[in-house]
């Protein structure tokens, strides 16, 4: 059994904060890989200022190297659009090995209108990775109106693979600041460096 958790997003681009709370992540879970899932189109963003998926890709790549991340458009090659129909897709296909899916705290506030999100909540443990300033937000998110009463102790999140879903846990991570909203302002055009990239698919079947 591998322990392996799934983050999601549209890496726009990816970033060091990715990496190092992702880093984090891990040590506070005790995951042996954690999975970027680079979303070929998130549902609930706009498309305007959006790169192309295969830059989005490569910056995920490249920021990943050298450590246990690993980078997916699984995604993409199943047409997944939604995470919860991802999720259920991959958890079907590794039955041996264990799931928790990450997020971080500046979504949860969204969380209520992804698809079927209790579903998903129900398909594997989740773990809210802590960004500054969304900590008061997340609790009074409304999905944690009914997510609050299946939160564990992060003393415990090394535990997660015991825990029935739902099952929630707040992670307290190392603070960082980077933005890629702010990486976008300061070079719209940063995609362009990844526009001849094209690394082969990750896949994510054993060999």
């Known amino acids: 059994m591998r322990r392996i958790g799934l983050l999601g997003g549209s890496f726009n681009p990816a970033h060091r904060g990715h990496r190092r709370m992702s880093l984090a992540a891990m040590d506070a879970l005790g995951l042996d890989e954690l999975w970027w899932l680079v979303s070929p189109g998130n549902p609930l963003k706009a498309k305007a200022g959006m790169a192309p998926f295969a830059a989005r890709l490569a910056s995920a790549r490249e920021i990943a190297r050298g450590t246990g991340i690993r980078v997916s458009d699984i995604e993409?090659?199943?047409?997944?659009?939604?995470?919860?129909?991802?999720?259920?897709?991959?958890?079907?296909?590794?039955?041996?090995?264990?799931?928790?899916?990450?997020?971080?705290?500046?979504?949860?506030?969204?969380?209520?209108?992804?698809?079927?999100?209790?579903?998903?909540?129900?398909?594997?443990?989740?773990?809210?990775?802590?960004?500054?300033?969304?900590?008061?937000?997340?609790?009074?998110?409304?999905?944690?109106?009914?997510?609050?009463?299946?939160?564990?102790?992060?003393?415990?999140?090394?535990?997660?693979?015991?825990?029935?879903?739902?099952?929630?846990?707040?992670?307290?991570?190392?603070?960082?600041?980077?933005?890629a909203t702010r990486l976008r302002a300061l070079d719209p055009d940063w995609h362009r460096r990844f526009t001849a990239v094209r690394a082969p698919h990750a896949r994510l079947e054993k060999n």
């Open 76 to 179: 993409a090659r199943l047409h997944t659009r939604f995470t919860v129909d991802t999720v259920t897709a991959i958890v079907r296909r590794r039955p041996a090995d264990r799931f928790i899916w990450l997020m971080g705290a500046d979504t949860v506030a969204e969380f209520h209108q992804w698809k079927d999100w209790r579903r998903l909540a129900r398909t594997v443990p989740i773990a809210i990775m802590s960004r500054p300033g969304y900590g008061r937000a997340a609790r009074a998110a409304r999905a944690m109106g009914w997510l609050r009463w299946f939160v564990h102790p992060a003393a415990t999140a090394r535990r997660w693979t015991n825990w029935s879903a739902p099952a929630i846990s707040l992670l307290r991570l190392p603070p960082d600041p980077t933005s």
